[in-house]
């Protein structure tokens, strides 16, 4: 049986400044971009990106980020509960932040960049896909540090299983709720012995999956020149595939649940994202392959 270690939520306390671990793990990604992105800059010299480019850029990434992942959680997530409490908007400390949001944020702050350096606006876009999904990994780590964003009830005997105190609610009502699945699956002795129920470790699945390997595939794809888009396209494909799938082993909110069509909000912010990158491949190789002359000429 392993139990969430309960970690501290603090890092590092220095006087009365608190340094967290999910900040922490903020600052990890951002600091991996900025690394991977000068890279990949000195890589593409030839095509208009500089090092120096980098550093701008995640002055509006940042800004986006922070932003669109408040405003996301707020609007996606909560919305009547903010209009009631407005000034609880921008209290971030209190925790809230969703990846859509952000992820839109970001679009916006790059659409602005790239206009503010006379880019175009995917150049930009597929640029930066392969830099983001190691922050996403550190994002999750902090998750799984905090407790939080835990995964849904598993097997009594999953090696892969973790206890979390923090959901000691949930648990409880799941019990109460399942009585006779808790009974078959041997959970509720377990309950009874722990006071805890085995759950799938979410936060690393998402870790693993949208991060470490999508970054693998991404990375790899774009070694290589693609036609403009395509990279955006795969990102928005791996992404959103990835998240589709976790979404079943991970705890639903509380506050929402499971919506229409048995799927959660996560699944449902999720689909549009892949329907968009297939698209958006299709239209990259079909640009690319119709600006290509024939024996014909065009």
Do not use: C
Not at 58 to 79: A, D, N, Q, S
Not at 117 to 130: G, I, Q, S
């Amino acid at each position: 049986m392993f139990v969430h270690p309960q970690f501290d939520p603090v890092a590092v306390q220095l006087g009365p400044l608190a340094v967290r671990w999910y900040g922490l793990m903020y600052l990890v990604g951002f600091v991996q971009l900025v690394i991977l992105g000068k890279l990949r800059a000195r890589q593409n010299l030839l095509t208009g990106w500089h090092p120096r480019d980098v550093d701008d850029m995640l002055f509006y990434g940042v800004f986006g980020t922070i932003l669109g992942g408040r405003l996301g959680y707020v609007l996606f997530y909560k919305p009547f509960y903010y209009f009631a409490h407005p000034a609880e908007v921008l209290a971030i400390w209190q925790g809230g932040m969703s990846f859509h949001g952000g992820f839109l944020g970001v679009l916006i702050a790059l659409w602005l960049f790239a206009r503010n350096r006379n880019k175009r606006w995917l150049d930009v876009t597929d640029f930066v896909a392969p830099l983001i999904p190691l922050g996403l990994a550190a994002g999750r780590i902090g998750n799984f540090i905090n407790g939080e964003l835990w995964g849904r009830v598993t097997g009594a005997t999953a090696p892969w299983a973790v206890y979390f105190p923090q959901a000691a609610a949930e648990d409880k009502a799941w019990i109460t709720s399942f009585p006779q699945e808790a009974a078959a699956r041997g959970l509720a002795a377990i309950y009874e012995r722990v006071g805890m129920l085995p759950r799938h470790p979410s936060q690393l699945y998402e870790s693993g999956l949208e991060g470490l390997v999508l970054f693998a595939l991404l990375w790899f794809y774009a070694r290589r020149r693609r036609p403009l888009g395509a990279i955006s396209g795969l990102f928005l494909i791996g992404y959103g595939s990835f998240r589709f799938l976790i979404e079943y082993a991970r705890e639903p909110d509380n506050f929402l649940g499971v919506l229409a069509m048995g799927m959660s909000m996560g699944q449902w912010l999720s689909l549009p994202m892949i329907v968009i990158g297939v698209l958006m491949m299709l239209w990259a190789y079909w640009r690319a392959g119709k600006a290509q002359p024939t024996i014909f000429g065009a």
